[in-house]
């Protein structure tokens, strides 16, 4: 994707369960490990993350580490948003509700590529990242990214095709 200062308007975070949530600035990254900032524009699947101790509004950055160090997340999927009525992705921005449920659905569908098991017989879960209504608006972004995650316990290695 190419990138500018209209790109980093932010996204916002929503976790699997519906609870919206996010974080701002690269400040709230440091683990005091060897964790760096990598702007959310550009994750792809595979990369490890840590997850931010303090969590806010909006975010443009997070923590990645190698997915031997302990970690929290692994990106596995960014999907482009279309419209279910339609199929086609909208000009404006469709709503925090639509994107969750878009989000829900399709970070589910992917899990299992990814993974190797159903995400419904998996011990482990997803959450993801939506655009922000003022990224959307700026046409800077219209992909949910999705992350494989656990509930508390770190992970020393990638998920992918683990079939957890």
Not at 123 to 138: C, D, H, I, N
Request: glycine share 10%.
């Amino acid at each position: 994707m190419a990138g500018g200062p209209v790109r980093l308007a932010a996204r916002v975070a929503v976790l699997a369960l519906g609870t919206a949530v996010a974080v701002a600035g690269c400040s709230l990254f440091d683990h005091g490990d060897d964790s760096h900032g990598v702007s959310v524009f550009d994750v792809t699947a595979g990369q490890c993350f840590r997850v931010p101790g303090d969590i806010t509004v909006e975010l443009t950055s997070l923590p990645s580490v190698p997915c031997t160090d302990p970690h929290e997340q692994e990106a596995y999927a960014r999907v482009t948003y279309t419209d279910p009525g339609t199929g086609a992705t909208p000009d404006s921005f469709p709503g925090d509700e639509a994107l969750k449920s878009f989000s829900d659905g399709a970070c589910a569908e992917e899990f299992q590529d990814y993974v190797g098991v159903d995400y419904r017989d998996s011990k482990l879960y997803f959450t993801y990242l939506v655009p922000s209504a003022r990224g959307w608006e700026q046409n800077a972004d219209r992909t949910t990214l999705c992350f494989v995650t656990t509930t508390g316990s770190q992970l020393t290695r990638s998920v992918k095709g683990t079939g957890w």
